[in-house]
């Protein structure tokens, strides 16, 4: 006899630590822009495993990739060099156009390393410890302790990063309260090109250009955090490229791998060799499994033009929610760049039991910031997934 639903749920509850509130539903399978649960409930997906899984599931070319490198090796350590790896840092640096990469196994962890960059650069200037970070208000860079202290809300923080540890928040798309910040210690600043858990807030082209006209002057490092915002979700490769301005370090992570837990952390000719022999590791970072995944990822991405496909659909998008805002007085603002989206409702509407309710009628979504739900479907949702998307949100909401 099969477990059922509640089953697992009984027994997840009883043996995963309880930091997350979840769902009431155990996901089993996925096909194409769809996930089932172990009833076989289909369900639309528009989160994508928070903005991961780009490609949709079941691609048979990713698939096959990652079949056939089990087949020849998953795992060595970075005391040697293997062959996925390679090749993935290759064409990483090529894109970007930057020097060099470290991989990581996630977010978090490219911005911890990002963050010692920064610092060891500094300090090979000065030789001084005391240094700290410009970091923005209601960002968000990670869970560890490293990242949590530039994570720019006090809900996060508390109870884990002491004050003194933390950085110095400024206010977001302000260039000159970022400018009114800066001291002696700032070793970096620290920015989402677009803000994701913050309730999807692009950045204005004049704020990058100004952090990065600034952080030249001071001769202070700028970091870029796209590990929700990059991998094509924005409609180019990377999010910064929309802007013309280049970071001196670049965080990558999610859609890096398309499921596989990998991150990166990029580095232009000014902050390479910051960190040097002994400086940085990782046991499983970069491993051939994982870069596997990442190549597999950057050949769907060319040959599907995933990038360019974000950027059409991310308008039909964009033209459809403002029809569901015109049309439902709650929604009071939309925000956004091609498939990395955002409305906010008002507070006497809480996206909470929208996203429940949508959850119910076989659709999922994922929230943000204040109020806000956030649309970051597959990159590979087509005009038709989003009006059933559409027609599901907007009965949810009238319910």
Sequence with gaps: MSQSQKDYIEQGEKYILKTYNRFPVVLERGEGVYLYDTDNKKYLDFGAGIAVFALGYGNKYYNDALKAQIDK??????????????????????????????????????????????????????????????????????????????????????????????????????????????????????????????????????????????????????????????????GSLFAHDLYGVKPDVLALAKALGCGVPVGAFVVNERADGALVPGDHGTTYGGNPFACAAINAVFDQFEERKIPEHAKEIGQYLWDQLEGLKERNDCITAHRGLALMQGLEFAPEKPVGEIVKKALNNGLILISAGNNVIRFVPPLVIEKEDVDEMIRILEASIQE
């Design 73 to 234: 090796l998953i795992h060595t350590s970075n005391l040697y060099y293997n062959v996925p790896a390679v090749k993935a840092a290759k064409r990483i640096v090529e894109a970007t156009k930057m020097k060099k990469v470290f991989f990581t196994n996630s977010g978090t962890e490219a911005i911890e390393g990002a963050l010692k960059v920064a610092r060891k650069y500094a300090y090979n200037k000065d030789n001084s410890k005391d240094y700290e970070f410009i970091a923005m208000n209601h960002s968000f860079h990670g869970r560890s302790q490293g990242a949590l202290s530039v994570t720019g809300n006090a809900h996060y923080q508390d109870g884990f990063v002491p004050k003194e540890f933390r950085a110095v928040f400024a206010e977001y798309n302000n260039l000159e309260d970022v400018v009114s910040k800066i001291t002696d210690k700032t070793c970096g600043i620290i920015c989402e090109v677009v803000q994701g858990e913050g309730g999807i807030y692009p950045a204005d082209p004049e704020f990058l250009k100004g952090l990065r006209k600034v952080c030249d002057e001071k001769d202070i490092l700028l970091i870029f955090d796209e590990v929700q915002c990059g991998m094509g979700r924005c």
